[in-house]
């Protein structure tokens, strides 16, 4: 449930929406648009009628949310959630391109990587120091060691990291070296993770399970938006479908059916959505057509000998091309891929 304020409603007339929901046992959330303050209520909504606010003053409308996410729901947050992340703002007119590696390997294959895609135009860097392996005998990362070499790539070029966190228990360590927080597309219902992240306050990027639906995906968004994480980043990254020849299926739908529910970020990852190098480039550009805020892309500079997803990894002037490709395409859809400083 939604209480929409007046234009001219005053701080006491909102705090008094505030003890009201509280006197119910409800929690309250409150978005401040441009023009507007709303207050979002969430709880045991059942015994709650529009009655109990409708007449308080300063209160314009009580709108009842349809949707079982409420936080993550547009009807909740018309406006389209926009935070900055290293310069760029994600989530508003710019398209923000996260690239690197599966996998931190070594100092010297990151450290080349990062400053590679730098140079090509990315804004933030990936690399999994802790790894979701299918097969308990791949390798399964480098752990803290790959993160503090991360760490040491953003020293070095500024661009902040992304990694992936697989249990509640490593968020304090994850957090004292990453920038943005990666829940991967196989832990996107593991409810204590989302508690833990969704705790951290650190912004997210919350992969689609292989089989989720859209509106699972929002609702585990919905567990880190309950914590008042407003910094949560939704990614389609292929789903499973009956066709083999490519790795998982593209549900490029899922862009403008996302846009239409939820005010988050919406971004596609191109590398694990085909599986294959070669399909990379074009999905990605299918992608920023279709309305993404943003990508995150695999990038290696020797793709034959990385240790994991070589075959879906683009050489660092591949993704050089695909950044000026994706640039056309923004400024054709009326986005920017900033360039940076
Ligand atoms: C990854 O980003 O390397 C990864 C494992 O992604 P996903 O969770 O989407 O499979
Ligand atoms: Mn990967």
Same mark, same amino acid.
């Not at 909504?45 to 009628?49: A, H, I, K, R």
């Not at 590696?101 to 070594?106: L, Q, R």
């Given at each position: 449930m939604l209480v929409v304020m007046n234009t001219d409603a005053a701080q006491a007339d909102i705090s008094a929406v505030i003890e009201r929901a509280e006197s119910l046992g409800l929690t309250t959330h409150l978005v401040r648009g441009a023009e507007r303050t709303a207050i979002g209520l969430t709880g045991d909504? &059942? $015994? =709650?009628?529009q009655d109990h606010f409708i &007449?308080?003053?300063? =209160? &314009?409308d009580v709108v009842p949310i349809s949707k079982p996410y409420k936080l993550a729901s547009r009807e909740f947050h018309p406006q389209d959630t926009v935070f900055d992340l290293g310069g760029v703002g994600v989530g508003g007119d710019e398209i923000l391109i996260i690239a690197g $590696?599966? !996998? =931190?390997? +070594?100092r010297t294959q990151l450290l080349e990587t990062a400053e590679a895609v730098r140079e090509a135009g990315a804004h933030a860097l990936r690399g999994g120091a802790f790894k979701p392996r299918t097969s308990p005998y791949s390798f399964q990362g480098m752990g803290e060691e790959g993160l503090q070499i991360l760490a040491e790539a953003r020293e070095r070029t500024g661009m902040p990291v992304v990694t992936e966190v697989?249990?509640?228990?490593?968020v304090p360590l994850i957090t004292r070296y990453a920038d943005v927080l990666q829940i991967g597309a196989r832990n996107m219902q593991n409810f204590p993770l989302l508690h833990a992240v969704g705790e951290c306050q650190f912004p997210v990027l919350l992969k689609r399970g292989i089989s989720a639906t859209v509106d699972e995906l929002l609702m585990a968004a919905e567990y880190l938006l +309950?914590?008042?994480?407003?910094r949560v980043i939704v990614c389609e990254r292929g789903i499973r479908s009956y066709?083999? !020849?490519?790795r998982n299926t593209t549900d490029i739908n899922a862009i403008p059916v996302m846009r239409g529910r939820t005010h988050l970020p919406i971004f596609l990852d191109p590398s694990h959505a085909t599986g294959h190098w070669e399909y990379v480039v074009p999905i990605a550009r299918a992608a920023v057509a279709a309305g993404a805020d943003g990508l995150i892309v695999e990038v290696h500079p020797r793709p034959a000998e990385a240790l994991s997803d070589g075959g879906q990894s683009l050489k660092p002037e591949r993704f050089a091309e695909l950044v000026r490709q994706v640039r056309a395409i923004a400024e054709a859809v009326g986005r920017r891929v900033p360039e940076i400083g």
């Open positions: 909504l &059942q $015994p =709650v009628m &007449q308080l003053a300063g =209160v &314009q $590696p599966c !996998s =931190v390997e +070594s697989m249990e509640p228990d490593k +309950s914590h008042g994480n407003r066709e083999t !020849s490519t």
